[in-house]
């Protein structure tokens, strides 16, 4: 076992471990100095001191260097508060030189070694020249980012269509693949507009219960197909996958319908065959919504 720190550097952004020292004590959101690839890093405590097994930290773990002292705080705030001024001599930049692209956000390193501008485009983009008018500007290292559509969400944040903080800027560290075949195994609408987020791409939700779905999936019958009732034979037309409720037509005797609803292991059926989902599987590439990084 070792001990180790979680640290963050953004809201929302991946979890990573440090060394403590073992003359300090941290707390949960308190922010400390680090040393990092990049360099000297400013960030947060997402877990307070803690043991884990070896094998989950890559070596070297590299160490805390100290607990943030009220003028790195303020330094901190200074680049804070450089971002929008900066953003805007960089969108303006962007105009001049007449490139394609959309600038999403930026970021100081702690050192004053280097600022970061990330951006989204269509295509590639040949930014040597612009790289060289920001240095001349900033006068300090100047790097460009071309991100995806779904990191520039993650990086604006906003309110998703469930009324919540978009998980991709709030909960989830790191993008995970979701699928229109998602979305048809869990009886969603497949409009685009109800099953997409902010980035206009299929939402990160959608993974979060699909196990649940894709295990029900085995153990309820089809709509549509035939089962047994206690009240005679029906007809599936509906199912309610998290209640394991199958709701049938049965036909009465007056040439109607009669709809019942039954729990899955009072009806006979046919179980669905485990492989049936993969038959078609590559078919329609457009069904896949990946990551494009």
């Known amino acids: 076992m070792i001990k180790v720190v979680g640290i963050k550097f953004k809201s929302?952004?991946?979890l990573y471990y440090f060394?403590?020292?073992k003359d300090e004590t941290y707390e949960r959101n308190m922010p400390v100095i680090v040393e990092t690839s990049r360099g000297v890093e400013y960030a947060w405590v997402a877990y307070p001191e803690r043991e884990i097994a070896d094998d989950e930290v890559?070596?070297?773990?590299k160490p805390i260097l100290r607990i943030a002292t009220q003028k790195d705080i303020e330094k901190y705030k200074s680049f804070e508060e450089k971002k929008p001024e900066s953003m805007k001599i960089c969108r303006e930049k962007i105009v001049k030189h007449g490139l394609q692209m959309k600038l999403v956000d930026c970021e100081f390193s702690f050192d004053s070694g280097k600022i970061t501008f990330f951006f989204t485009s269509e295509s590639r983009v040949d930014f040597r020249e612009l790289v060289?008018?920001?240095a001349a500007t900033f006068h300090t290292r100047i790097d460009l980012r071309q991100v995806g559509i779904r990191d520039e969400t993650k990086y604006l944040g906003g309110i998703a269509p469930c009324g919540r903080v978009c998980c991709c800027s709030g909960n989830m560290p790191e993008f995970k693949k979701?699928?229109?075949k998602m979305a048809k195994a869990q009886n969603l609408s497949l409009n685009p507009g109800k099953i997409s987020g902010l980035c206009g791409r299929l939402m990160c939700c959608l993974g979060y219960e699909i196990e649940h779905y894709t295990e029900a999936a085995k153990l309820l019958p089809k709509v549509g197909s035939e089962v047994s009732s206690p009240d005679g034979k029906a007809t599936v037309v509906a199912l309610n996958m998290l209640k394991m409720l199958?709701?049938?037509k049965i036909d009465d005797k007056n040439g109607g319908f009669i709809f019942k609803e039954f729990p899955a292991d009072e009806l006979q059926f046919k179980k669905q065959n485990q492989n049936q989902g993969n038959q078609n599987q590559g078919k329609k590439k457009?069904?896949?919504d990946e990551d494009e990084e």
Do not use: I, T
Request: glycine letters at 10%.
């Open 19 to 21: 060394a403590p020292k």
């Open 12 to 14: 929302g952004g991946k």
């Open 178 to 180: 979701v699928s229109v």
């Open 58 to 61: 890559v070596s070297p773990l």
């Open 286 to 288: 457009d069904e896949e």
């Open 246 to 248: 199958v709701r049938v």
């Open 132 to 134: 060289k008018d920001l």
